[in-house]
Each structure stands twice: as C-alpha cells, then as structure tokens.
C-alpha cells in the first residue's frame, strides 16, 4: 500500500472527529460537569482517557501548547470532573453535535454504519507501542449508536496519526513552538494568530523561534518559508504519512474506498453547517 493511502484517508476522516473541538455542544456539556472555559474543556476532555495525568503529561502529548497554559488547567480539571465523567461528557457532546450539523436520515444510514465497522476494523490494525494517546483511547469501550461508534474509531486513528506525527517532528528536530511557526509561516494548518491564542504562545516566544528556525535556514529574515523549509515540511507530512499506514492495511481496497467514500461526503456535510470557524485557516 503507497502512502498516499494514509494522505488520502487523513483529508477524508479528520473533520467528522476533529469538528467536536469546535462545537458548542462540547463547551456546554463541559460546563455541566464543571469545566468552564475552552481551553479547560480541551485539555480535559481530549486527556481523560489518559487518566488523572499530571500537566507534564498532556503538554508532552499534546505537544504544541505552552506549558504553562496547561498547568492552569490540569491537573485541577480532575478535581472538578472525574476522568470517566468527562469521557462520557464528551460522548454526549458529540453526539449532540452531529444531530446537530447532520440530518437524522444520514447518522442512522446503512452508510454511516458500516463506515463505524470498517474504521473499528482500521483501528484494531494499529499497534499501541509508542502512541500514548492512541493506546489511552484505545482503552474506552465503543458506544453502541453508529454515529459514535464511527466518531470513536475516527478518534482512534487520529490519535494514531498525531502521536506519530509528534515523533516524526522530534526526528526532524522541531519542538512544541518551532513546529507550529513553521507549519504556519509555510501557509499550511491554522494561521499564526489562531494559534497564538490558542497555544498561548506569546509574541517573544514566537519570535524567538522564528529566529531559531531562520538559523537553520528554514525562514528567511523577513519570517517567510524557505525552499529549504517547505521541503523539510514535505519530509514530514511523508514521514507522517509513512508511519501511519497500519490501519489501512488492515482494510481491503473496496473497504478502504467505501469507508474514504462515506468519510469525505460526511466532511462534507459538517463543512457546510459550519463545523469549522471561520478564518483559523485563512493564512
């Protein structure tokens, strides 16, 4: 299998998981258990599954926030809210998301269904060594409604992805800030600006890795990609995509068509009821 595979299924599957990250529906069942504020409400409930870990934990995994933005946030999040409480918060929130942007003849179509089954069946290919938040996620048992059960399986494969990902950028020798700078001076994943607020990164740390990754001539002095710099950020996403092929060797050609298939018009879907703010892209 060529690993385009692996490009070809993270354009597909990424919004039906990653829409819940901007949902309101996961700010408001957060604030029912106590979590009340966005970046409280994502730190906990993407690390519940990891357990009451401490803050080193989640800013190591999740990997390109500020470290001190979380440790405001965990671990006093698991004083308020019980890892398993936050989990099954957010299974809620999803599913009220999705009943939400889609239309009820969709979520409990034959489709949606066995898109659930063949991204369970991807999933149970991936080996956890060396993926913390894959093997956590791993670890929850599977809703019994459709709609979840594909929603939990596309989390588990995206998991897959990041925590690869994250050591591919290790390799290549871009930390937690240096990695985002990049990626978002290249014009490629969210703008500089949406980041910075949302990473808390602050514009002297910014700057200063700016200036880091122009001493490997990876920017140039105005801030700007080099050729060298887009090429390294191809290595990558190739990398990335190299390591990620497990689960789709787990399918055969026609399941992998069908459950990209069923994924991408989904994506689609969610794309139009506004699953995505607008303008964290827009570089």
Not at 12 to 41: C, K, N, T
Not at 145 to 152: A, F, G, S
Request: charged fraction near 25%; include cysteine; charge should be negative.
């Amino acid at each position: 299998m060529q690993t385009q595979a692996a490009r070809d299924a993270k354009k597909a599957l990424d919004l039906p998981h990653a829409m819940i990250y901007f949902a309101p529906e996961l700010q408001r069942e957060m604030a029912e258990v106590g979590l009340d504020s966005w970046s409280r409400a994502y730190f906990a409930s993407r690390a519940a599954p990891l357990g009451a870990v401490g803050p080193k934990v989640v800013a190591a995994t999740f990997y390109n926030f500020n470290p001190e933005l979380v440790r405001r946030h965990i671990p006093a999040a698991w004083s308020i809210a019980s890892p398993a409480d936050i989990v099954a918060a957010r299974f809620r929130a999803v599913s009220g998301a999705l009943e939400r942007m889609l239309d009820a003849e969709t979520l409990r179509s034959e489709a949606v269904e066995e898109a659930g089954r063949l991204a369970a069946k991807a999933a149970e290919g991936c080996s956890p060594a060396g993926k913390p938040l894959f093997a956590a996620h791993a670890e929850i048992e599977y809703p019994t409604e459709p709609h979840l059960r594909l929603w939990h399986a596309l989390t588990l494969l995206r998991e897959f992805r990041g925590d690869a990902h994250i050591a591919v950028l290790q390799h290549a020798g871009l930390g937690p800030l240096q990695a985002p700078v990049l990626q978002s001076s290249a014009g490629r994943g969210m703008n500089a600006a949406t980041l910075k607020e949302t990473r808390a990164w602050s514009e002297e740390q910014w700057t200063d890795a700016q200036l880091e990754l122009a001493d490997r001539g990876l920017l140039d002095s105005s801030g700007a990609v080099t050729t060298a710099g887009e090429q390294l950020l191809d290595e990558i996403e190739h990398a990335t995509d190299a390591a990620s092929l497990e689960p789709w060797r787990n399918l055969d050609t026609s399941e992998f068509s069908r459950l990209l298939e069923t994924g991408g018009a989904l994506s689609e879907q969610l794309a139009e009821a506004g699953a995505v703010p607008k303008g964290i892209f827009e570089h």
